[in-house]
């Protein structure tokens, strides 16, 4: 069956720290890489993704992932994180198939002491 | 603005009382899912929709019932809901019948069932 690890549950930085959170995946077809963030009470929202092409993306609030295929890895980083990205961070790949449906990792709490 | 709503967005409910959380969305996607989330479990997928009439089970789909009759809803039924359905609840919707790309969450339904 087709898994994800997020390496960190809970992490917590002072702000100006630099961040990364760990996500490898077990399935070595076909993917699209997501990362969701879901600050305190909120809905999910895309952070960034990954389809093909640059294995470094960019997405939103200065956060930036790289993928290496040969580790299945789909890492976050942050080179100096805010108060205001305090939230849960989730990676969710997607294989190809009749369900495209993302596989969830159990989330990476993040705290950020100002 | 380009949405996904949920309805209602807190519930409190007894044992046996049947209930339905309405799911709408108003960006004419395809594909549209179901999942909930629970401390520890991450989420998980209970039902989705391909299309007008498709629906097909998630990972988790004991107790729930969906239907998909316009393509802009997809409301979740418990015909007779149990404690253990106590979560939050999220609707996804995706323009790809195959749910391939990136997904568009709702604001989420926080269900306790008494």
Same mark, same amino acid.
């Given at each position: 069956a087709q898994s994800v690890s997020q390496h960190n549950h809970h992490v917590i930085l002072s702000e100006a720290a630099s961040l990364e959170l760990g996500c490898n995946y077990s399935y070595g077809g076909t993917v699209n890489l997501f990362w969701y963030v879901q600050y305190p009470g909120q809905h999910l929202q895309l952070l960034l993704k990954y389809f093909? +092409?640059?294995?470094l993306v960019k997405g939103i609030k200065g956060f930036e992932a790289e993928f290496i295929k040969s580790k299945f890895s789909f890492n976050l980083r942050k080179p100096s994180v805010q108060w205001s990205d305090t939230a849960e961070y989730f990676c969710a790949p997607q294989r190809a +198939? $009749? $369900?495209?449906k993302l596989i969830w990792g159990l989330g990476t709490s993040l705290a950020v002491n100002p | 603005e380009a949405q996904v709503t949920q309805n209602p967005r807190y519930l409190i409910t007894v044992t046996g009382k049947k209930l339905t959380v309405t799911c709408s969305q108003n960006?004419?996607?395809e594909y549209m899912s179901w999942y909930r989330q629970d401390p520890g479990l991450g989420l998980r997928q209970i039902y989705y929709s391909m299309n007008v009439e498709v629906t097909d089970k998630g990972d988790v789909p004991e107790g729930y019932k969906v239907s998909r009759k316009e393509k802009r809803n997809f409301p979740l039924i418990l015909e007779s809901p149990s404690p253990n359905q106590t979560s939050l609840y999220f609707c996804a919707s995706s323009l790809s019948s195959g749910g391939w790309g990136e997904q568009f969450f709702g604001p989420g339904t926080r269900l306790t069932v008494l």
């Amino acid at each position: 069956a087709q898994s994800v690890s997020q390496h960190n549950h809970h992490v917590i930085l002072s702000e100006a720290a630099s961040l990364e959170l760990g996500c490898n995946y077990s399935y070595g077809g076909t993917v699209n890489l997501f990362w969701y963030v879901q600050y305190p009470g909120q809905h999910l929202q895309l952070l960034l993704k990954y389809f093909s +092409g640059d294995p470094l993306v960019k997405g939103i609030k200065g956060f930036e992932a790289e993928f290496i295929k040969s580790k299945f890895s789909f890492n976050l980083r942050k080179p100096s994180v805010q108060w205001s990205d305090t939230a849960e961070y989730f990676c969710a790949p997607q294989r190809a +198939g $009749n $369900n495209r449906k993302l596989i969830w990792g159990l989330g990476t709490s993040l705290a950020v002491n100002p | 603005e380009a949405q996904v709503t949920q309805n209602p967005r807190y519930l409190i409910t007894v044992t046996g009382k049947k209930l339905t959380v309405t799911c709408s969305q108003n960006m004419n996607h395809e594909y549209m899912s179901w999942y909930r989330q629970d401390p520890g479990l991450g989420l998980r997928q209970i039902y989705y929709s391909m299309n007008v009439e498709v629906t097909d089970k998630g990972d988790v789909p004991e107790g729930y019932k969906v239907s998909r009759k316009e393509k802009r809803n997809f409301p979740l039924i418990l015909e007779s809901p149990s404690p253990n359905q106590t979560s939050l609840y999220f609707c996804a919707s995706s323009l790809s019948s195959g749910g391939w790309g990136e997904q568009f969450f709702g604001p989420g339904t926080r269900l306790t069932v008494l």
